[in-house]
């Protein structure tokens, strides 16, 4: 994957306090770092074991405080990346117009205790116009490290390459007409995509045979 522009997500990215930030997505690390840096100060003042003995107490508030921050303000660091893979899915296949359509697929991975974000998230993008369907989908989320990639590795279907479209949990499916089964992971069914996509392809079809 090679980088491109992720310029919302670098906006919403840089209103983030990151060690607040960190500290929410793992209860263990935040604990052992707190009694660590709580120990190391407290050498330093000759007081190891009375900060020690604080830091371990603190550990799992400073955690759940990092957690509620996540859930807080995770959602604009999303729809920025979210919307830098639709503009860029866009930009690659050079596809605009009023018959065209976008539509994100977002399949997120797991979630740790108490934060509603995932450490990953992997969107693809459709864009459906009245001849082709036209997906992107080299992207990567690391919302736990604030990481964000957009590539450039896109396919664009034709309607009389595909047979059927469908959902089938967790994938959106594009059957070919060669027999092929294009899977495209979404967390939830995108009924918006399907609806779009299936009216086109059965215009399309109709179309092709005449009356």
């Given at each position: ?21 960190l500290a929410g997505w793992n ?26 003995a604080l830091g371990f107490l ?154």
């Open positions: 994957m090679s980088g491109g522009t992720t310029r919302n997500f670098q906006d919403a990215k840089s209103s983030i306090t990151v060690p607040i930030w209860i263990l690390y935040t604990w052992v770092a707190v009694i660590v840096i709580a120990g190391i100060v407290g050498y330093a003042i000759d007081s190891a074991w009375t900060l020690g603190a550990g799992p508030a400073v955690w759940f405080f990092g957690a509620r921050y996540i859930n807080d303000n995770y959602e604009p660091v999303l729809q920025g990346y979210l919307r830098d893979v639709e503009g860029r899915g866009r930009e690659i296949l050079g596809l605009a117009g009023e018959n065209v359509a976008s539509y994100t697929l977002k399949y997120k991975g797991d979630s740790p205790l108490l934060v509603s974000a995932a450490k990953e998230y992997r969107p693809t993008s459709l864009i459906v116009t009245d001849s082709s369907v036209a997906v992107y989908d080299d992207t990567e989320l690391n919302m736990m490290m604030l990481n964000a990639d957009v590539g450039t590795d896109t396919r664009e279907m034709y309607y009389d390459q595909i047979s059927t479209v469908n959902y089938s949990d967790p994938y959106l499916e594009l059957k070919t007409s060669d027999g092929d089964t294009m899977q495209y992971y979404s967390s939830r069914k995108p009924n918006d995509a399907l609806h779009d996509i299936q009216s086109r392809l059965r215009e399309y079809k109709s179309a092709s045979v005449g009356p």
